[in-house]
């Protein structure tokens, strides 16, 4: 069996048969699993986010515990603030609402990208921290397996990532489950806990092991303790950019779904923390918060416990998913923008953008490795991210609402104010009070990752300007000088029918066409495309420059799946099938420049033709190199 079929049938096997772009539609998820993949983040940041609150608070010693509770509370009044602000923006941005399409609309593409650079470090970080905490989950457990975090998070990530390909539809059933079990198992924990504080305890706290303080208890310190809380937050902003997620009416079906998440998240946040300060709960190296309340309250041979603890690893694993229900759709809109490259906004066979999946998987990785399993570390790092993100998205809005002024938009700009003032406030104690943590390596890749941003986009419109047919009155214009072009000898390509496959119509497209057409009398032009194409404005253009001129035939085919390459392949096979005596061959332009980036912006497809034509059938694949001397 070629090898092609081997692939292709493997991959069948473990992403699922490819689905047509109008079942799209049966990818959007109702309410309730919509909130598991887009939710899970923001709610399985109880299972840490107290832990990280007590860690800086023990510095000053176990009395220093008892300021938890208020952090807690301060940390639930933004979450609200927050949520609030961002079903202003729903309304505003009923298609999606994320940090960097607010920020290019309203702020300009310099905030856009610098908003775009904190959550595309926000996302990575997030799969990151998800899984280790997850492990954490699992270890505080099953001590024995604590040498082995790191391969275990590895392990899942691969597994969250994989679900991830085989589509929304699956991520969004096999999610919903564990997203709602973990809100059980927690309303169980904390309900058994409150029972027991009021027949055991009278709800007077038990006292804490005393610590020996290294530090004292300083303004400063519950800054520190604050932002840490403010992990709680993460993942807010995740049903803002996944609006296209739900179903119709996606926007009402958001903000309602926001709604919830945020009553749920702030309830199961003070609960945990309220249990932690009751119990005298003090930070465990070996044991999360959750694990020792649940041995307590629920008992370690109580199957309740081994359940929370289950239930607890499931979100924190699936915590992930909303980095990648997220992560890929952001660098879609760049790459659409033309600020990452073109393969960033490719849909594999699953309707899911593949690659920024696999890039995902890749950066994720490198930061479990990187932090040896430990979420210390990463937690610093990408607050920095999220509020940034958060800051920028309703400054714009702030603006948004002043420009439009439409019903009700002071009480809607004052609002997205009011969000905007604290979560700025908070980004400045979170930089300042973490700095030395590691916060400056975000402070650092961000400038960094919006200058590779905006040169990608530079060198865009430099090839584009290059390639643009605006100025060209007939195809022979678009020939290069014969010292620079590599026409192929007719000799190579004998004299049966060409068919040229095109995936934009261009210069090089042009001059593919010309030279195929002194090679053979019978060339067949191509074009599959998408919703994103206007099949009208390529016809028009052809027959201006080609169909006049040269007298070349298009053939405009529409591809129901979102790859082009198999309605390519089935149309070579077609043509064989109907012409068996003669030897048909396949041509495709192929830009060539001198720019080192420009291997990553140009010809992503023609690599991927080339292989699925390998198999079968007496035919040729050429490359016209249309060569640019930039």
Partial sequence: MALRKVSRQASRVLLGTPLPTSAAHEEQLPNAQAMAVLSSDALSSVAYATDQTLAVLILAGSTALM????????????????????QQTLRAYPEGGGCYIVARANLGTGASLVGASALLIDYSLTAAVSLMA????????????????????LVLLVFVGWINLRGMSESGRLFSLPVFAFIAMVALLVGFGLVDLVLRHGFVPEPTPPVTAIAPLSLFLVLRAFSSGCSAMTGIEAIANGVKVFREPSAVNARATMAVMGLILALMFVGISLLAWMYGVDPSSTQTSMAILGERIFGANNPLYPALQLFTLLILMLAANTAFADFPRLGALLATDRHLPRLMAFRGDRLVFQNGILVLIALAGLIIVFCKGDTTMAINLYAVGVFLAFTLSQFGMVLYWMRQRTASWRWRALMNGCGAFFTSLVLVVIVFS???????????????????????????????????????????????????AAPLAPSEAGQGPILICLEALNRAAIATVRQACTMSRQVRVLF?????????????????LVGGPLGVPLTLQESPYASFIDPLVGMVQDLERSEPDQRLTVMMPEVISRGWLDGLLLNQSIDMVSEALREGGSRIFCRYRYYLSL
């Fill in 67 to 86: 300021w938890s509770l208020p952090i807690t509370l301060a940390v639930v009044a933004l979450v609200a603030v927050v949520v609030l602000s961002y």
């Fill in 528 to 544: 599959v495309y998408s919703d994103q194409h206007d099949p009208a404005q390529i016809q028009a253009d052809w027959d201006r």
């Fill in 134 to 153: 997850g492990t954490q989950a699992l270890t505080s457990y099953l001590p024995g397996l604590l040498p082995w975090q790191v391969p275990i998070a």
């Fill in 434 to 484: 973490k700095f030395t943590s590691g916060a400056w390596l975000v402070v650092l890749l961000i400038p960094a990752l919006v200058a590779m941003l905006a040169a990608i986009r530079h060198r865009y419109r430099v090839l584009e300007s290059a390639l643009d047919l605006t100025s060209l009155s007939s195809a022979s214009e678009a020939a290069q000088p014969a010292e620079t």
